[in-house]
């Protein structure tokens, strides 16, 4: 059973760059797709993009200009960059396995934009 | 994009059926048989129930189904639990190869 596990700050400044990790435990991020995505509070969910294994990305349109997913295979993470962060960027980041349906969960992590 | 329509709220009483609906258009819902569904407990991550229309997960309990007509794919409940109250949310491919969430549906067992 694949575990995934989000890292990284949980206030960020606006403006700044917004960088979190998913770790996957319990099976290789290899032959997968890798996604993330978001919950503003008290909000629906909101797909930022995908990463293949082999570095493939597709995202979603309104955050493609300030949106990157990347992938290190030999430690079994893939990471998410998000720039020019403000208040609307507050949400919980979620990391999840798939691409197009995802059935396992990191548990999210919060992130609060503010100075 | 847009996000898929759902209804705010649906409630049932134990034992009985409900279906929530998710509304999209015939670029995606409509155009794709690539429609999934997450429950939701409250502070929890979502969990996967249906993926590709009518698929259940192993694990998933099979009163839990799904299906599509048109632009409109559903979510069946059937013998409504206490613990399947919870937020349901539907996603879709579209024909721009994204995703689209559903804005999301308050299940509440009376």
């Known amino acids: 059973q694949v575990q995934l596990q989000e890292s990284g700050p949980g206030l960020v400044k606006p403006s700044e760059t917004l960088s979190l990790t998913c770790t996957v435990s319990g099976g290789s991020i290899s032959n997968n797709y890798w996604s993330w995505i978001r919950q503003s509070p008290g909000k629906g969910l909101e797909w930022i993009g995908y990463i293949y294994f082999t570095g493939t990305t597709n995202y979603n349109p309104s955050l493609k200009s300030r949106v990157s997913i990347s992938v290190d295979t030999s430690n079994n993470q893939f990471s998410l960059k998000l720039t020019s962060m403000t208040a609307a960027d507050t949400a919980v980041y979620f990391c999840?396995?798939?691409?197009?349906?995802?059935?396992?969960w990191g548990q999210g992590t919060l992130v609060t934009v503010s100075s | 994009q847009s996000a898929l329509t759902q209804p705010a709220s649906v409630s049932g009483s134990p034992g009985q059926s409900i279906t929530i609906s998710c509304t999209g258009t015939s670029s995606d819902v409509g155009a794709y048989d690539y429609v999934s569904w997450y429950q939701q407990h409250p502070g929890k991550a979502p969990k996967l129930v249906i993926y590709?229309?009518?698929n259940r997960p192993s694990g998933v309990s099979n009163r839990f189904s799904g299906s599509k007509s048109g632009n409109t794919a559903s979510l069946t409940i059937s013998g409504l639990q206490a613990e399947d109250e919870a937020d349901y949310y539907c996603?879709?491919?579209?024909?721009?190869?994204?995703?689209?969430f559903g804005i999301g549906t308050k299940v509440t067992v009376l």
């Open positions: 996603t879709s491919y579209t024909s721009s190869n994204t995703y689209v």
């Open positions: 590709d229309v009518t």
């Open positions: 999840a396995r798939g691409g197009g349906w995802w059935g396992s």
